[in-house]
């Protein structure tokens, strides 16, 4: 079965830098559009930051400048690199993979911590 598992996830000081790493199994990281999420205590999941096949790449309002998205096809892995990092990055960061094949399916990791400290 399809799987995806994140790492890089951990504890920063405010202004500090992370990259995180999300590498799938079982699934065509070519065919996919892959995304970052994240979801705060409390908070709804929002997405972070997305990578489509066709090369677009979107940011949310709030990580422009700071984070960037990227992908290895060859290796099946979506990157987020996160600089300048803010307490209110403070979340669970998930790996997201979308395929269309007449049909949408999501796939999910099981999430990494990131905590930054004011």
């Known amino acids: 079965q399809v799987q995806l598992v994140e790492s890089g996830g951990g504890l920063v000081p405010a202004g500090g830098s992370l990259r995180l790493s999300c590498v799938g199994t079982?699934?065509?990281?070519?065919?996919?559009?892959l995304g970052w999420f994240r979801q705060a205590p409390g908070k709804q999941r929002e997405l972070v930051a997305r990578s489509t096949t066709g090369g677009e790449v979107t940011y949310a309002d709030s990580v422009k400048g700071r984070f960037t998205i990227s992908r290895d096809n060859d290796k099946d892995t979506v990157y987020l690199e996160m600089n300048r990092l803010e307490p209110e990055d403070t979340a669970n960061y998930f790996c997201n993979a979308q395929i269309t094949i007449r049909t949408v399916t999501n796939y999910w990791g099981q999430g990494t911590q990131v905590t930054v400290a004011s």
């Open positions: 079982r699934i065509n990281f070519r065919r996919s559009d």
